[in-house]
């Protein structure tokens, strides 16, 4: 169950971030910035090694006791982040893999919205019900 999604921008200030147990908001946000670091330490690896520049996907950044945390990263360099619950064995790489998809797919259409203006706070209504979506749907 994904209890976290945030996107973040380039200069690492953040875009967007929901939880689903509002409770331990505070939590997430600290999980979710302190991610950014081995995302960065993962993208100048990344850059070192002659690997393919398509692959967005990084993967399990950490994992703690009761979460685990992914990245993505797009060739703009915004950051996405997801904390899921560990307790969810059920949920295999690739369904995190489609589920990073989906989130950049709905990330690009905020982007071409003649309304917003890049490196603001994302509001869209659809964007928000496509992570709630996402969040309830892994239940």
Not at 8 to 22: C, D, G, M
Not at 43 to 67: C, F, H, N, W
Not at 94 to 107: A, G, P, T, V
């Amino acid at each position: 169950m994904a209890v976290c999604i945030a996107v973040i921008a380039k200069e690492n200030y953040p875009l967007y971030i929901r939880s689903a147990p509002t409770e331990n908001e505070l939590k997430f946000h600290y999980m979710v910035h302190t991610s950014l670091d081995v995302v960065d330490e993962k993208i100048s690896a990344m850059g070192k090694a002659l690997v393919d520049q398509r692959e967005l996907y990084l993967g399990l950044l950490y994992p703690t006791e009761d979460y685990k945390v992914y990245g993505y990263v797009t060739n703009s360099k915004v950051k996405f982040v997801m904390v899921v619950d560990s307790s969810n064995t059920a949920l295999r790489d690739n369904e995190i893999r489609s589920m990073f998809r989906k989130l950049h797919n709905s990330y690009t259409d905020v982007m071409c919205n003649p309304f917003y203006n890049p490196g603001d706070r994302i509001q869209s209504r659809a964007f928000d019900n496509m992570v709630m979506s996402m969040m309830v749907q892994v239940c």
